[in-house]
């Protein structure tokens, strides 16, 4: 009785400003088409606006589209139900489209991803565990030992503008001074005699360069030394990230550099200067170990296969690039001027001893003119029994000559390039001495006359006399023989 009655109720009216789920779907519906019109019609009018004035027009792309939510959450009515639906939307001209191919393509990010974000470069190869080994054994011959402070400390950081040395490199006072005056020597190189930009209005002459100018010499120059390590055919430039590559391992001990490298390598001369250029920060950075990086590039970009091979040792065997007290062998002094680690300094390759027998292995040296030379002296050497520096080294292409003398590095450089094709001007000529240090308060400017010099003393008396001259004069003779130098007023080094 009472099951019949309640079947026989007629259905309750819906509420007033209610609609069904279908009616509610067939609306969002007519409002996505709405809202779609609106889109496209807004793009045609704006591209007759820039038609008729000439301009190109870049469609928009839409970023943000309309707030789905369940049906159920909807409001009653469609005007409530539109207004909280629709979201915030956002437009954006076009992007040109990126292919990435793996392999070829490196990502860079800009300057402000660089501050703030943790690895900082996409792309490359994490070093892995061999070629760390590799590396330590070359560079230190054991994997145990690592690079002092003062080495992680290095930089390729430039001098103040405004000062005495606004092209110089601001060097430590340790060995990696040479690495770093090596790089200096092919900036200048770059700086004075490679010049593809100009300004005349900022710049007096090649050693008062601006921002500008010596921020494109220094990446030159870097991209040079490393392709010329590469046979010109390749090189690899690395990076140091944030974490490790791999992890612990019986065979190696971590330095906290090796191990975070990692290796971008190049096959276009452009592709290398550009990924330097993008990345020059980081070889500047205060703690960022960019000399080592630089030197960490060098090997990577001649192999460790084919520096073994310069120096003509086997896997075995001990030889490093850097000796116990971390300056650079005679190896890594030639892999960063000529691009080859050969052990020697003398032209071309020897056959034979002083006494005139037959060397077992023959004593491998410089084969051709270097874009930067070296001068060496050491007065704790025999007179007779010298250090022997071949004329590829003596007579570079450019007249940049990085120096050695007693343990110190500097660099000698002239700004005119008639000087090592000319025999005429080394009758009398300046030279520039640069350190890189600090303590060097103002240039150094020195006069080389070659006409009237002083005679070499042959005797012993004469060779004690020889001992009050000043020990970069000893260096400049053994280009020049007995030739007469003044300092200008400025204080002798050494």
């Not at 704006?46 to 870049?58: C, D, P, V």
């Not at 990577?300 to 850097?322: F, H, N, P, Y």
Request: proline fraction near 5%; aromatic fraction near 8%; charge should be positive.
């Amino acid at each position: 009785m009472d099951f019949a009655m309640e079947e026989a109720q007629p259905p309750r009216p819906e509420r007033e400003g209610t609609v069904s789920l279908n009616e509610r779907e067939q609306l969002l519906r007519l409002l996505n088409l709405i809202e779609k019109d609106k889109f496209n019609l807004g793009d045609v009018k704006k591209r007759r606006q820039l038609e008729n004035s000439g301009e190109a027009f870049l469609p928009r792309r839409r970023l943000a589209d309309v707030d789905r939510r369940h049906p159920a959450s909807l409001p009653a009515s469609p005007l409530g139900m539109a207004s909280k639906q629709r979201g915030k939307t956002i437009y954006m001209d076009q992007w040109p489209e990126l292919q990435v191919k793996p392999g070829e393509n490196t990502l860079m990010p800009t300057q402000h991803q660089l501050r703030s974000a943790g690895h900082r470069t996409i792309g490359g190869t994490p070093i892995a565990l061999e070629t760390a080994i590799e590396l330590r054994k070359i560079v230190y011959g054991s994997v145990i030992h690592s690079f002092s402070r003062e080495w992680r400390k290095s930089t390729l950081a430039f001098q103040d503008i405004d000062g005495p040395y606004p092209f110089g490199i601001q060097t430590q006072l340790c060995n990696s001074r040479g690495l770093a005056l090596c790089v200096q020597g092919y900036m200048l190189k770059r700086l004075c005699f490679d010049r593809e930009y100009t300004s005349s209005l900022f710049s007096v002459s090649s050693l008062r360069p601006n921002s500008f100018e010596r921020r494109k010499a220094l990446i030159d120059g870097v991209c040079e030394m490393l392709w010329q390590a590469g046979e010109k055919r390749r090189c690899c430039v690395v990076l140091l990230e944030d974490d490790a590559s791999f992890g612990p391992d019986y065979r190696y001990r971590f330095d906290n550099i090796t191990e975070r490298l990692h290796l971008f390598e190049f096959k276009k001369f452009e592709d290398v200067q550009f990924f330097v250029k993008r990345n020059l920060e980081r070889f500047q950075a205060e703690n960022g170990c960019g000399l080592i990086q630089i030197l960490y590039s060098l090997v990577l970009s001649r192999t460790v296969q084919k520096i073994r091979e310069d120096m003509g040792i086997g896997e075995d065997s001990k030889a490093k690039l850097l000796t116990d007290v971390e300056d650079l062998t005679i190896s890594l002094l030639n892999l960063t001027i000529t691009g080859r680690a050969v052990s020697h300094l003398h032209n071309g390759d020897l056959l034979y001893d002083l006494k005139g027998s037959l060397l077992p292995v023959p004593s491998k040296g410089v084969k051709e003119r270097a874009n930067v030379g070296f001068l060496f002296w050491d007065k704790g050497e025999d007179p007779d029994r010298r250090t022997e520096v071949g004329s590829m080294l003596k007579t570079p292409k450019t007249p940049i000559w990085l120096t050695k003398v007693n343990h110190m590095y500097g660099l000698l450089f002239s700004t005119n390039l008639d000087l090592i094709s000319d025999w005429r001007i080394e009758n009398r000529f300046p030279l520039s001495y640069y350190t890189g240090l600090v303590t060097q308060a103002q240039t150094a400017c020195l006069n080389i006359e070659t006409r009237i010099g002083r005679p070499r003393p042959k005797t012993s008396l004469g060779r004690r006399a020889e001992e009050k001259i000043p020990p970069l004069e000893n260096c400049i003779m053994t280009k020049w023989y007995g030739a007469n130098i003044t300092w200008n007023g400025t204080q002798p080094f050494f």
